[in-house]
Nanobody, 125 residues
Framework: QVQLVESGGGLVQAGGSLRLSCAASGRTFSSYTMGWFRQPPGKEREFVAA????????DHADSVKGRCTISRDNGKNTVYLQMNSLKPEDTAVYYCAAKYGRMWYRVPLLEYDYWGQGTQVTVSS
């Protein structure tokens, strides 16, 4: 069992930055592909970014590419999402997710094994 706890969300003006963190419990964090998803108000949850177990491979959605960067620290059991140049359309609840296994591909939302409770990001114009 893995528990994921997100933090770092909040209210920010357009053009600002936030760094989200997701702390994972357990001793096998490095065996998981980690992902960030978001759910805007009234919309479905969507992929934001993912990172391989080693951190050597990353994938970002086109909507955030160049503005957001996913990273991880396996020694701290934590995955991060650095978000810059935020836009009002980035407003959403952001979730981290864990998929067991050291494969690398864009894991579909439904295949993730564990989810955090989410953290709200609100970008004002």
């Amino acid at each position: 069992q893995v528990q994921l706890v997100e933090s770092g969300g909040g209210l920010v003006q357009a053009g600002g930055s936030l760094r989200l963190s997701c702390a994972a419990s357990g001793r096998t964090f490095s065996s998981y592909t980690m992902g960030w998803f978001r759910q805007p108000p009234g919309k479905e949850r969507e992929f934001v970014a993912a990172i391989s177990w080693s951190g050597g491979s990353t994938d970002h959605a086109d909507s955030v590419k160049g503005r957001c960067t996913i990273s991880r620290d396996n020694g701290k059991n934590t995955v991060y999402l650095q978000m810059n140049s935020l836009k009002p359309e980035d407003t959403a609840v952001y979730y981290c997710a864990a998929k067991y296994g050291r494969m690398w591909y864009r894991v579909p939302l439904l295949e993730y094994d564990y989810w955090g409770q989410g953290t709200q990001v609100t970008v004002s114009s």
